[in-house]
């Protein structure tokens, strides 16, 4: 639901039945009403019918409704309530610049896909009317799990239900996507319509896309952002300025084929974020093999398949300067999602010791980010440091 539609705190019903004359300019109310909490604003757009119409105005700009599905409450009851809210008050759509939507289960909770279905038409209709929107995001979490039986024509992916005929020629950032698993439907030419119609797109988020996406050339022409499987990188980066990618899947996703797509960049790819899969150092070879120009790197290291138990500590890192070697332009080295099983009790010496040699390997490097949560810094005298004591 949208953010003007809180509670009411009972202690503030009261004003309501007194209504308050301030003689301020709506400019003046809206200055001060910017540095309120939600929760506040929804309590004082009771005070008078000038505060409301400014509240409102700020609590529509930037909408966020999240829908927890549970046996007991299996409806998406927030995003009913919101969508209605919009389509309800006409006079707010331009004022609407974010509306991100999120819809999530419990693990092993059952799910009723076709109340998750009635949402989609209204839904659709509530983002029809939000055209001056910069930034969307619709995670529809199970719905894509099962097949629907409330739609008896062609099966559609249900993103491409919602964004179907959808509009926004100030969208600036977009995220899309559904639970996936194999066999679930997949997207169709809907999508590619979508995007098409974006013309200063530069974030775009697509969590569940892993087949074949065909735009042409001129499309996208400012995108510089991805996040996405391997494969829909292959077809959204060629011919764009994309600097900043980051994959999803599995590591074994990333092959010889879609790689060497990546690097058909208009600018260079600067930062690669791989922390939401595993990965296996014969991936990163090939990777500084295809991209040197790769300056930030987030990498969560499969440890477990690929390094003995036998060392101690985070020594098991390593090996890693083969490795590195490879990246002649990285900056920020950051291991940060990696997982490892303990830490020694002089793992900062072996996270200095680590930095020393890596350095080497990668006379670049100008910062580490360790599976501890340490930052490390080459400061000003080639020395490593930690965050906070490097610059002292």
């Given at each position: ?71 007991t409450s299996p409806s998406p009851r927030r995003s009913f309530r919101c ?107 809907i999508l590619a319509a979508f995007l098409i119609s974006l013309p200063i ?117 390593a090996g890693l300067s083969s490795v590195l070697n490879a990246f002649t ?64």
């Amino acid at each position: 639901m949208p953010r003007g539609t809180l509670p009411v705190d009972h202690n503030m019903s009261c004003i309501s039945a007194t209504p308050i004359d301030i003689a301020l300019p709506n400019e003046t109310l809206a200055a001060i009403f910017e540095q309120l909490t939600p929760s506040t604003l929804a309590n004082i757009s009771f005070v008078s019918t000038q505060f409301r119409a400014v509240a409102e105005r700020l609590l529509y700009a930037n909408i966020n409704v999240a829908d927890i599905l549970t046996s007991t409450s299996p409806s998406p009851r927030r995003s009913f309530r919101c969508c209605h809210s919009i389509l309800q008050r006409p006079h707010l759509a331009e004022t609407v610049k974010k509306f991100h939507l999120r819809w999530q289960i419990h693990p092993n909770e059952p799910f009723d896909s076709e109340l998750l279905e009635l949402a989609l038409p209204l839904l659709r209709d509530a983002l029809r009317t939000l055209t001056q929107l910069e930034s969307l995001e619709l995670y529809l979490g199970p719905i894509n799990l099962r097949a629907s039986q409330a739609y008896p024509g062609p099966s559609i992916h249900p993103i491409e239900r919602v964004v179907d005929g959808l509009h926004f020629p100030s969208l600036r950032n977009c995220s899309l996507g559904a639970e996936w698993a194999k066999g679930v439907q997949p997207y169709g030419d809907i999508l590619a319509a979508f995007l098409i119609s974006l013309p200063i797109l530069r974030h775009l988020r697509l969590s569940d896309h892993h087949g074949v996406l065909h735009l042409p050339p001129e499309a996208l022409p400012s995108l510089s952002s991805f996040r996405g499987s391997p494969d829909s990188a292959a077809y959204l980066l060629p011919g764009r300025p994309v600097h900043t990618l980051s994959l999803v899947g599995q590591d074994s996703d990333v092959n010889r084929t879609n790689l060497p797509r990546l690097t058909h960049t208009t600018v260079p790819l600067r930062s690669l974020d791989l922390s939401a899969m595993s990965v296996r150092p014969i991936l990163l070879q090939n990777i500084a093999s295809f991209i040197p120009t790769i300056e930030v790197l987030k990498v969560r290291l499969a440890l477990r398949h690929t390094l003995h138990y036998a060392m101690s500590g985070i020594r098991i890192l390593a090996g890693l300067s083969s490795v590195l070697n490879a990246f002649t332009r990285l900056v920020h080295l950051d291991l940060s999602p990696t997982f490892v099983d303990t830490l020694s009790h002089n793992h900062l010496a072996e996270e200095a010791a680590l930095c020393t040699e890596w350095s080497r390997a990668c006379g670049s490097l100008r910062q580490i980010s360790f599976p501890s949560k340490n930052d490390w810094v080459l400061n000003s005298s080639g020395q490593w440091g930690l965050v906070g004591e490097a610059h002292q």
